[in-house]
């Protein structure tokens, strides 16, 4: 079953963070959705995974609706947030033990699932130690093999390779890549185009609309003609040169408290 969006949108009071956005990712597939600072990414994955209520639209995941389906949606996907969301005051062992609890994996499986985990994100010797004492890119495989524990059909990303040297960096994507052999759909928001570039299909939205959808090639393609170009020469055609990061405006300060306030449970 694919993921579904229609005419989803998200307002924080009169502010659009995400304007009527349409789209589906298939089964399997592998997906990037790319956009500027303050474009509406973030807001778009937290619909996605119940995090956020849409103001208006539909989305499905698994033919399980967004609004009114939460718990089922939850459990069939897992997600790698754009930052920590470990417990550094536990080990990794102990992490994983809470995941497992709040997903309900069966007590029979729970050391099992544990220690393929650890064996999956390479930390099985590291297990006992405290996850403040992880590196970034530590942090980021304990992270990614606790969001498959329980075995989703559904990964999102949210600029997962964020912060990472390049050694971290490209060590994450190979084992992120390596997930499509287990037939994953993965939902990844990245900033690093060359990651978009392995994807079977890339949105790129910007100011909360999707401008545009389709392989690498077509965007190519269709943007600037040639198949020569880059994703990142497709997407400063389509989003400007102007840069995003000088000063934040009105728009981007009431976003930003919105994502870090009480908007969550509207």
Same mark, same amino acid.
């Given at each position: 079953m694919?993921?579904v969006c229609?005419?989803l949108?998200?307002?924080?009071e ?18 990037? +959705?790319l956009g ?12 996605l995974?119940?995090? /956020?209520k849409?103001?208006h ?5 698994a ?11 939850r ?8 930052e ?31 220690e ?6 390479? /930390? ?17 495989? /304990? ?7 329980h ?5 999102? /990303? ?11 960096? =490209?060590h ?11 037939g994953?759909t ?29 392989t690498?090639?077509?965007?190519k393609?269709?943007t600037?003609g040639s198949?020569?170009?880059? +994703?990142e ?9 102007? +840069? =995003? ?5 009105p ?9 870090q ?6």
């Amino acid at each position: 079953m694919p993921i579904v969006c229609e005419n989803l949108g998200r307002r924080f009071e009169d502010v659009a963070a995400v304007e009527s956005v349409s789209f589906r990712v298939e089964q399997g597939e592998f997906f990037a +959705l790319l956009g500027p600072n303050g474009a509406g990414k973030t807001t778009t994955v937290h619909m996605l995974t119940t995090m /956020l209520k849409p103001s208006h639209g539909e989305a499905s995941i698994a033919g399980f609706d967004v609004r009114r389906q939460a718990h089922e949606v939850r459990s069939v996907i897992g997600m790698v947030f754009q930052e920590p969301a470990l417990d550094d005051r536990l080990t990794a062992r102990e992490n994983l033990q809470i995941h497992a609890a709040l997903y309900g994996i069966p007590g029979r499986r729970v050391k099992e699932r544990i220690e393929q985990a650890l064996e999956w994100g390479q /930390l099985a010797n590291e297990a006992r130690r405290m996850v403040r004492t992880f590196s970034g890119g530590m942090k980021r495989r /304990l992270e990614l093999a606790r969001a498959l524990m329980h075995d989703p059909q559904f990964l999102f /990303l949210d600029e997962p390779t964020i912060g990472l040297d390049p050694q971290g960096r =490209r060590h994450l994507w190979e084992s992120i890549a390596a997930l499509r052999g287990r037939g994953l759909t993965v939902f990844m928001t990245t900033h690093y185009l060359p990651e978009a570039e392995a994807c079977d299909r890339v949105g790129i939205i910007d100011a909360g609309k999707l401008v545009a959808l389709g392989t690498p090639a077509e965007l190519k393609t269709s943007t600037t003609g040639s198949t020569e170009s880059t +994703l990142e020469d497709v997407f400063i055609e389509l989003t400007g040169h102007q +840069l =995003r990061d000088e000063e934040a405006t009105p728009r981007d300060r009431l976003l930003n408290f919105a994502r870090q306030g009480g908007e969550h449970t509207r």
